[in-house]
């Protein structure tokens, strides 16, 4: 079957198609025939080798995709052939016709949600999930603020708070980005690339502030995120690349919470929450991926390249 192989950590480029023979299912591995791929902004740390979850050399990217069972080992039970599953890890790597994970990576794809949309399901809906409910604790009523809402992880964070209950403020940079929170349910959205977002954002809650951010970004906003945040307000960082002279007096001020979370340390127990309320949400339909682009997995390098440097919109898929 065809694979993308990395040899060596590096740029983009260093993925590559090959042949690649697939030894398995043996136990409670899975083979999945994979129809579509996910590409996360994690992908491409690890394809970096600086990820402190960096994997061993060759390896396959990938741990988001959907598919169909194509075997079972003698050990599995949660899933037969012929079902429609989304992975929520693997163990061969996911950018791949095949792929095998172990039945614990696996949960059933709603007949109502494509491959393609089913790809861009795992990291983007169980890290706002675990964000928005597992970090923040959010009640309804209450006023959520997605810094970076036109991404994966964003958009999905808009989708959960609306079903919530929760007034959704979004922000992206473009104006695909911004119709893209505004279309997934979003009450308003702002510009993240202008100066003066954070006290628009603070007007437009009456000067209350908001009472949870989900940061995308946080080396470039922790320390005005506090302009528009209400006193005992949360702060879930998300996402981070790089470093943020921060004054710790304002979380004092505000007697605030930051949370830091990454999806690598949660445990059997909040990953299994999380399938369970995806699985719900899903086959409800209040939870939608929204797919933005898809590329031929031998264009796995331009889906890195796009993912980092575009504007957001949405999943980026590979298809196999
Ligand atoms: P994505 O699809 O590439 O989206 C990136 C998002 O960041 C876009 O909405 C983008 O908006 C926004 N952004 C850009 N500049 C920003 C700024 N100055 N302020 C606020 N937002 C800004 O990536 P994703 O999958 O949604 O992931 C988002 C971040 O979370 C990434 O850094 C990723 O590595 C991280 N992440 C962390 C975990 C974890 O477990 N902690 C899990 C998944 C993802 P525009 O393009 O519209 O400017």
């Known amino acids: 079957m065809k694979a993308i192989v990395v ?47 960096a994997p061993n050399l060759p390896y396959t990217p990938g741990k988001d995709a959907a598919g169909v069972v194509e075997k079972v080992g003698d050990g599995v039970t949660r899933v037969a052939v012929g079902d429609r599953v989304y992975t929520a890890g693997s163990i061969s790597g996911t950018y791949a016709e ?37 970090k923040a604790e959010v009640n309804a009523g209450e006023t959520v603020l997605i810094h970076g809402a036109s991404g994966g992880v964003g958009l999905a964070a808009v989708q959960w708070a609306k079903n919530a209950g929760l007034r959704a403020i979004g ?13 997934n349910g979003a009450d308003a959205v702002f510009d993240h690339t202008d100066e003066d977002h954070f006290s628009a954002i603070h007007d437009y809650t009456d000067r209350k502030g908001v009472d949870v951010i989900i940061e995308m970004l ?25 470093s943020v002279e921060f004054t710790p007096r304002q979380a004092m001020t505000k007697d605030a919470t930051i949370y830091g979370m990454s999806l690598f340390n949660a445990g059997k127990e909040k990953l299994d929450a999380a399938h369970k309320a995806i699985g719900f949400g ?25 993912i980092i440097n575009s504007k957001a919109n949405g999943k980026i898929v590979l298809i196999p």
Not at 20 to 49: F, H, M, S
Not at 171 to 183: H, I, M, P, R, Y
Not at 218 to 242: H, K, P, Q, T
Not at 296 to 305: F, Q, R, T, V
């Open 218 to 242: 946080a080396n470039v906003n922790l320390e005005r995120d506090f302009e528009c945040l209400s006193m005992f307000g949360r702060i879930v960082v998300v996402g981070n690349r790089g």
């Open 7 to 53: 040899r060596e950590f590096g740029p983009p480029e260093v993925m590559q198609v090959e042949d690649v023979e697939l030894v398995g299912p043996t136990g409670t591995q899975v083979l999945v025939k994979i129809e579509a791929a996910g590409v996360n902004p994690v992908d491409t740390y690890l394809r970096t080798g600086i990820h402190a979850h």
């Open 282 to 306: 899903l086959s409800q339909g209040f939870l939608k991926p929204p797919v933005g682009r898809s590329f031929p997995l031998a264009e796995a390098a331009a889906s890195h390249h796009e």
């Open 171 to 183: 922000t992206a940079s473009s104006e695909e980005g911004k119709q893209a929170a505004l279309d």
């Open 98 to 134: 095949y792929s095998i994970c172990d039945e614990s990576h696996l949960a059933r794809l709603p007949d109502n949600v494509s491959f393609e949309e089913g790809a861009g399901v795992w990291t983007p809906y169980a890290t706002s999930y675990r964000a928005l409910f597992q």
